[in-house]
């Protein structure tokens, strides 16, 4: 993908690199770099062009959104506003919604799963999770619409992370004919998307002048903000909704994925997992936020396998002035790129870093700062980390609570980049229903 022409060696610091059909970039890979690109520089601009704004010239997320290059006063606006949102207190209001719709689908795979088949488990967590931030986050229920099904929505989708990734890193995406077709599909994916933000802001509004009781959501969230923001516009609005779509529904099923993958593979991590689980839920049918807390073990398993696997596995910044980045000047307009799937595999870091081993998590304070960061760190950190968290947690808890989990002995787990990194083809596994659920 790139090719090297210069590189210092102490500490790893900094790579510099020039990526086919791009202008001249820098890899930070040490601690002092990762630091001063995110937290002295402010995380620097995200890439002015990004197929997630306009694609081929239609409208996903606009300019205007967290995902993109609008740094300055117009992100920072976007983000003050934005951040209520996501307290911890509101967060905390969620558990009880997600825990319900997360029984539904383990009441589904109990239905559908025959304890000797393989099943793609990917597209469970992929469906859980995009049905989860539609409608606690914008009160959308996405199984139950009549003009579009979901394995419509789950391959509209699939085709538009295939054509952000294309247009990201190939200039002359939209220009090859070959690629005529997927990038029509990405289009009308976005129309979708788009359409169904609109259709959830005017159904939102109706109810409230039938005076009708409406949740405490992200939707309500942004109707606020509008009332004394006129620059945040109907539009803007539907940016904000693609924006949680997609980056809530990528990111965590991948990560959902990817840990289940894991623990098929690691029947006594799974098993010590399953028994933390089981000791919360005594006598009790649902989690609550003093048990996600406690889950001490699980999240040792998230984090690991966020480290071997993090879906977020290339981050690209602009330098809009002359920066210095770990003692190296680093020139006005240069991409400024940090690679965790890389940072996660050094064995400067990490002992045994390709061995999966939660227990390693366990003291934290041994781990020095800046080496795991997979939410990011600073101003740009992602602002729904505790939401993510609080979401894998009760499903993949409640999955383990049901079923005793296994995976094909002649398949490996492999990742594939695309935009996010996600399990190459789906993640095949075995679900056998435990005797005492």
Same mark, same amino acid.
């Given at each position: 993908m790139f090719n090297l022409y210069l590189k210092w060696t102490e500490n790893y610091g900094l790579i510099?690199?020039?990526?086919?059909?791009? $202008?001249?970039?820098?890899?930070?890979?040490?601690?002092?770099?990762? @630091?001063?690109?995110?937290?002295?520089?402010?995380?620097?601009? @995200? +890439?002015? $062009?990004?197929?997630? !704004? #306009?694609?081929?010239?239609? =409208?996903?997320?606009g300019y205007g959104g967290l995902l993109n290059n609008v740094?300055?006063? /117009?992100?920072?606006?976007? *983000?003050?506003?934005?951040?209520?949102?996501?307290? @911890? $207190? #509101?967060?905390?209001?969620?558990?009880?919604? &997600?825990?319900?719709m997360t029984r539904a689908m383990i009441e589904q795979l109990k239905q559908n799963t025959n304890a000797n088949d393989f099943i793609d488990m990917d597209w469970y967590m992929k469906k859980s999770a995009i049905l989860l931030i539609a409608s606690i986050g914008y009160g959308i229920d996405l199984n139950n619409r009549e003009d579009v099904s979901m394995e419509q929505i789950l391959d509209s989708m699939n085709d538009m992370m295939d054509g952000f990734f294309g247009e990201a890193f190939? %200039?002359?995406?939209?220009?090859?004919?070959?690629?005529?077709?997927?990038?029509?599909?990405?289009?009308?994916?976005?129309?979708?998307?788009?359409?169904?933000?609109?259709?959830?802001? @005017?159904? *939102?509004?109706?109810q409230i002048k039938q005076n009708l009781e409406t949740p405490v959501d992200l939707l309500a969230h942004s109707i606020r903000i509008q009332e004394n923001s006129p620059w945040?516009?109907?539009?803007?609005?539907?940016?904000?909704?693609?924006?949680?779509? +997609?980056?809530?529904?990528? !990111? !965590?099923?991948?990560? &959902?994925?990817?840990?289940?993958?894991?623990?098929?593979?690691? %029947?006594? /991590?799974?098993?010590?997992?399953?028994q933390e &689980?089981?000791?919360? +839920?005594?006598g009790k049918q649902f989690l609550d936020e003093d048990d996600l807390s406690e889950m001490s073990y699980l999240e040792?398993?998230?984090?690991?396998? &966020? =480290?071997?696997?993090?879906?977020?596995?290339?981050?690209?910044?602009? !330098?809009?002035?002359?920066?210095?980045?770990?003692?190296?000047?680093i020139p006005t307009d240069t991409q400024v790129m940090f690679l965790p799937f890389l940072q996660g595999r050094l064995e400067e870091i990490w002992s045994e870093p390709l061995s999966f081993k939660p227990e390693r998590f366990l003291k934290t304070e041994s781990l020095k700062k800046f080496? #795991?960061?997979?939410?990011?760190?600073?101003?740009? $950190?992602?602002?729904?980390?505790?939401?993510a968290m609080n979401e894998i947690k009760i499903v993949v808890g409640q999955i383990l609570q049901h079923f005793e989990l296994s995976a094909p002995s002649d398949e490996d787990i492999e990742p594939e980049f695309r935009i996010t990194l996600g399990p190459k083809v789906g993640t095949r596994l075995r679900l056998r229903e435990r005797a005492t659920s």
């Open positions: 510099w690199c020039r990526f086919l059909f791009w $202008k001249a970039g820098v890899v930070v890979l040490s601690v002092d770099g990762i @630091k001063d690109m995110f937290i002295t520089n402010g995380g620097l601009y @995200k +890439v002015q $062009k990004s197929s997630l !704004t #306009y694609f081929g010239g239609q =409208r996903f997320t740094g300055g006063d /117009v992100w920072r606006r976007k *983000r003050h506003a934005l951040d209520p949102a996501f307290h @911890k $207190k #509101y967060l905390q209001s969620l558990i009880p919604k &997600m825990n319900e190939d %200039p002359l995406f939209l220009h090859n004919p070959m690629n005529r077709h997927l990038t029509r599909k990405t289009k009308e994916a976005g129309c979708l998307l788009r359409r169904l933000g609109h259709d959830a802001l @005017k159904h *939102r509004r109706d945040y516009s109907d539009e803007e609005v539907v940016d904000d909704f693609v924006t949680f779509i +997609v980056a809530g529904f990528e !990111t !965590t099923s991948n990560v &959902m994925s990817f840990v289940l993958a894991l623990l098929a593979r690691n %029947p006594g /991590v799974s098993a010590w997992a399953a &689980m089981t000791d919360l +839920v005594e040792c398993v998230i984090k690991e396998a &966020m =480290r071997l696997y993090p879906v977020v596995s290339l981050v690209r910044r602009s !330098t809009n002035v002359d920066s210095i980045i770990d003692k190296h000047l080496t #795991y960061i997979p939410f990011l760190v600073g101003p740009r $950190k992602c602002i729904g980390s505790t939401f």
